[in-house]
């Protein structure tokens, strides 16, 4: 069973940057893909930047390209997302994911089976 554990989410000045962590255990090669999602007060849950164990190739969402970036470190089994340059509009719970699809990087929420419990990040003006 995949088990996934974020940490990082606090309250940040605009124009700041934040990481977020997220541990990873009982991942096996069907896990390959991992993602950062998030869901706004009264909004829906959208991805943000997703990013494969194998290859480590990336997808962005184009309203956080150029300002945040994800990572993985196979050995330390966590998944990174790096913020700069934050926004109020990045506040947010920040949920880590994890798939069962093999070496694919889908977008769609409904395409990853395992969830973090979730990060808050909260932008201020």
């Known amino acids: 069973q995949v088990q996934l554990v974020e940490s990082g989410g606090r309250l940040v000045q605009v124009g700041g940057s934040l990481q977020l962590s997220c541990a990873v255990s009982?991942?096996?090669?069907?896990?390959?893909?991992m993602a950062w999602f998030r869901q706004a007060a009264g909004k829906e849950r959208e991805f943000v930047a997703g990013?494969?164990?194998?290859?480590?190739?990336?997808k962005y969402a184009d309203s956080v390209k150029g300002r945040f970036t994800i990572s993985r470190d196979n050995i330390k089994n966590t998944v990174y997302l790096q913020m700069s340059y934050l926004k109020p509009e990045d506040t947010a719970v920040y949920y880590c994911?994890?798939?069962?699809?093999?070496?694919?990087?889908?977008?769609?929420?409904?395409?990853?089976?395992?969830w973090g419990q979730g990060t808050q990040v909260t932008v201020s003006s």
């Open positions: 994911a994890a798939s069962r699809l093999g070496r694919v990087l889908p977008i769609l929420d409904s395409a990853y089976h395992y």
């Open positions: 990013v494969l164990w194998s290859s480590s190739s990336t």
């Open positions: 009982g991942r096996t090669w069907l896990n390959d893909a």
